[in-house]
């Protein structure tokens, strides 16, 4: 979809109104309606058919031809920018194929930030996943056009705005296409070769693979295990934006297990196939890449996605194993389902000892824990830093992709280092806590900086979007299928400042 500007007056195609509730009519100054659909909006309002209820809607015909839909904002003393992003949401799903594709937005009393934040929703809701489906000459992808009026003093501020919501929606639905794509069609390499096509769309990224035989090679014997028993071999991909800048940057580590069967400790049947979205942290680091990319962010950022299929076969691992991961550090795979934890071992390890991090943040859908805590409503964040935790809690919120402060202790990672033969285990002792334990793990794999006294662990935290990654019931922004969640929250972390 695109999203312009115009100080003008004249509206093409469907009238958008967003309205507040309460309101009886419209103000005397909005202009450029035609009569009689304005009398037939007067009317609505004037009679209470219209409430104007949080994203509620009505469609109207002018009698002089002019249609629009009506969009409710709830109380004007109560939206804020979330509600007008939900409201711009909800018109593109509510779109027919009578209101066609042509869309003029009309506000009246919205400042830029809002009338951003509710082209953006518009923006961010206009996705499909049909590629494999019959397309009839009737459904043939429309391509929706949006011009948004306003004031000719607010106009270049909300272009700047609804040009960076752009780029960055782009990201988010790049996510959302990796994540959606069925499991037949991602895996390890096919994602590989995603992306290293994508690198040659613009100048200042590079794509590195380290395909199966390199990480044999490196000694990533969390990422080897995992992949081993797939025809369909692991890999790690290296995403690199702005490579020459010196100093300190982001690194961002995604797990990327296109499939998930459990391997030898293989999963019950029931809803297997939502295993395909186990590769969602990958698909948001290279999600927050392209976003950060095409928005033209000129600092340095790194992401590693760790990228395997957990399959059971006579080459796959076995539960009572002990692997040696990139670290050096053993482990003692107690359950073969618990996969994300082993190939993040390495990439985590990799962060911290081949880049300099000012930070390192992962996603992963890791536990089934993670949802049972928080549902599909936030994502699980823990962190060693309780400040940086508490700075991405607030701008999760801030973009309306709720991260959740999750509690990282010390008797959660004694409980993982808990092995008669290795150096650590990847299952808790118990079934409690399973969030927090895995969290626990992870940390262990958190390289220092400096060395003797001075070591300190790097600055990381950890994201479980095992709830948030896909089956959100209440984000206006998802229709179906993945989220493409913390694009947004990512590219407002790392470019804010
Ligand atoms: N990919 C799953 C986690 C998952 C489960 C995500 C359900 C979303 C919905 C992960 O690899 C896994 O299987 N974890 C196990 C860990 C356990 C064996 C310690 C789990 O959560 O049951
Ligand atoms: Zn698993
Ligand atoms: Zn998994």
Redesign the pocket.
Known sequence: MQVTISSGNNINGTLVLPLFEGEEALPADVGGIPAALKGQIDRVLGDGDFKAKANSTMTLMGTDGGKAMLIGLGKANKVDVHGYRDAGATVVASLKKIHGDELTVLFHDADVQSMAAFGEGMMLRDYRYDLYKKKDEEDEDTNLAARINCSEGDASALSALIEKAAAVTSGVHLSRDLGNCPPNDMYPMAFAEKAEKWAKEYDNVKVEVIDYDAAIRHGMGGLVAVGMGSARKPCMVIFTLNGEKAGRHPVLVGKG?TF?T?GI?L?PGANMD??KY?MGGSATVFGTMQALAASGYDGKVVGITCMAENMPSSNAQRPGDVITTLSGKTIEVL?T????RLVLSDGLWKAGTDFDPEYIVDFA?????C?VALGHEATGLWSNDDEFRGRLHETSKSVGELAWPMPLLPAFEKEMTDSKIADTRN??SGRWG?ANTAAAFLKQFVPNRGEGEDAEQITWAHMDI?GTYWGAKTNKMVGHGATGIHVRTMVEFITQK
């Open positions: 297990i998930d459990g400790s999963k939502e295993m186990d359950n389902d618990a996969e994300g859908t890791l536990t089934g824990a949802v299952l808790g399973g095992a």
